[in-house]
């Protein structure tokens, strides 16, 4: 009897592009990845019913059944089912919106595929730890803090802070990227929406009012670690909570 | 012309009453008596209505002169701005592709050299979309301390290697009250002012002066930049707020050419606006108005 090889975790990978699929098909698949493609949303959503991948990079811009809309019927279908898209250039808030809706990730293109293998596996290693996908959720807590995604409130030991617009969605994508370490630049990106060198200090300044917020040391920190010259780490164990209406 | 066209309906009434009451046969008749010395009067006033009336008209037409001539730069930058956008567009999925493409080929100089070219079109693309970012992003308004700001802005470019040999004076006013603040994101905002303060410092000298000044004025705060560096021709500096615009003089300066037309872009979101002063050889000046 010979032993099974672990699985290689499945990706999907749909975009309408052919360019795109043929190029990155055999890097993620060189890269350790079992892969599967489709080359619309209705075949996307097709792929994901019958092979049940562990996650799906999904391009945004599709002609008929756009990415965002596919991601749109998968969390409507309660689907955790981790998701990257491939945002479109130049609109920045949509990627703000993809991250809201319950992308787990973005990236931009042309992007790096170095940076998506990477984005791939921080988001794959909850999943085989048996832990849920953080992306499609709608509540999350650490210890004594807890955070309501679609209201974008925040209570800490039950007591609810009042955070800035922005120092909320901060704290929100470092809550759902727990323990990948996280540079300035990327969250500039992702919260800002604008990336230049020096803003990186308005991400240190952020994170100064989170840190108050949240009574959080930074030399003995709990929650927000700092990763001297490169970024920030969410230190906490994060879990899923369901969202409180009030 | 409308409007024009209005003021000929009492006329027009007129006419239609004067017909009217020809055809139903009346023919009474009134006479009216002046004195003589009234008369200059009546011709003053005529004369008076007749001069307001050619006043009013080429006020109109001047205006409407300067805003078809702000439309046409509007339109144009709109335009300009959705090129850029088909061109992002356009050329992300063939880059993508490209990069992807070589990651798939097996290590090499050439698959090195490459990589190389194909990064340098990522971050031009990249570059590209920094203004539509900007012009998309999603502001945090709320009361912004412009001479806290000030200060850290003056702070911050002490990074740059050319502040050692070039003096940075940061002046606010204390009387009669310092500036109040203004309503923005204080995020692009420092953003803005830093560019403008380091911009100064890259297009001087060793021994150069720059200044940061910010003042009150009828509802505004102004802050302006004016350094004693090399100055911009005459004739570049309605280029210098053109994205990627570089001028003729500034070739030995490294840059994306994207520094001015950032600053425009965050100063017009926020309701306010840019002029530059500037003389060859001289120096410069930046002004950004912002409402209170």
Do not use: C
């Not at chain 1, 955790?80 to 787990?104: C, H, K, M, N």
């Amino acid at each position: 009897m010979s032993i099974t090889p672990p699985a290689r975790p499945r990706v999907l990978l749909v975009d309408d592009e052919s360019g795109i699929r043929d190029a990155l098909a055999p890097f993620l698949a060189r890269s350790g990845f079992d892969v599967l493609t489709a080359e619309d949303g209705g075949a996307g959503l097709e792929a994901v019913e019958r092979h049940s991948p562990d996650l799906v990079v999904l391009d945004v811009l599709m002609p008929v059944l756009d990415g965002r809309e596919v991601l749109r019927r998968l969390r409507r279908a309660g689907s955790q089912l981790p998701v990257i898209l491939l945002t479109q250039v130049g609109e920045s808030f949509e990627r703000a919106a993809a991250l809201e809706e319950g992308a787990d990730d973005y990236l931009n293109k042309p992007f790096d595929p170095q940076e998506l293998v990477a984005r791939i596996r921080a988001i794959l290693r909850r999943v085989t730890a048996g832990q849920p996908a953080l992306g499609g959720s709608t509540g999350l807590s650490a210890g004594a803090l807890r955070i309501d995604r679609v209201a974008r409130r925040v209570w800490l030991d039950g007591v609810e802070a009042t955070l800035t617009p922005r120092a909320f969605s901060l704290l929100d994508y470092l809550m759902t990227h727990p323990d990948e370490v996280l540079t300035r630049e990327r969250l500039l990106a992702a919260v800002w929406g604008f990336d230049q060198p020096v803003a990186s200090r308005a991400v240190d300044h952020r994170v100064a009012e989170l840190r108050k917020v949240l009574a959080d040391d930074s030399g003995t920190p709990l929650f927000i670690d700092t990763v001297q010259g490169v970024g920030y780490r969410f230190l906490h164990p994060v879990a899923l909570t369901p969202a409180t209406r009030a | 012309m409308r409007r024009a066209g209005l003021a000929l309906i009492p006329l027009a009434l007129g006419l239609v009453g004067t017909i009217v009451a020809l055809a139903a046969g009346d023919r009474r008749q009134i006479f009216i008596q002046w004195q003589l010395a009234w008369v200059w009067v009546q011709l003053g006033l005529l004369a008076a209505l007749l001069v307001f009336a050619i006043v009013a008209v080429r006020a109109a037409l001047r205006r409407r002169a300067v805003r078809s001539r702000e439309d046409a730069v509007a339109a144009e930058r709109a335009e300009r701005r959705r090129f850029v956008d088909r061109l992002d567009h356009e050329l992300k999925n063939p880059v993508t592709a490209i990069r992807l493409g070589l990651s798939n080929l097996p290590e090499s100089d050439v698959a090195a050299g490459l990589d190389a070219q194909a990064l340098r079109l990522t971050r031009l693309l990249g570059d590209l979309r920094k203004l539509g970012e900007l012009e998309n992003a999603q502001l945090e308004i709320a009361p912004v301390d412009v001479e806290a700001l000030g200060r850290e802005v003056a702070e911050a470019v002490g990074e740059l290697a050319e502040s050692s040999d070039r003096s940075l004076a940061v002046s606010f006013p204390r009387a009669p009250r310092p500036l109040p603040p203004v309503r923005g994101d204080a995020d692009l905002l420092f953003l803005a002012v830093y560019n403008l303060v380091a911009n100064a410092l890259k297009f001087s000298q060793p021994g150069d002066r720059i200044e940061l000044r910010g003042a009150e004025d009828d509802g505004w705060v102004t802050l302006e930049v004016a350094d004693t560096g090399r100055g911009i021709p005459v004739e570049e500096q309605g280029l210098v707020w053109e994205e990627l615009a570089r001028g003729s003089h500034t070739r030995d300066v490294a840059g994306s050419g994207l520094g001015l037309p950032f600053v425009r872009t965050i100063v017009e979101r926020h309701g306010g606006g840019v002029d530059l002063r500037s003389r060859l050889g001289e120096g410069t000046s930046v002004r950004l108005r912002l409402p209170v």
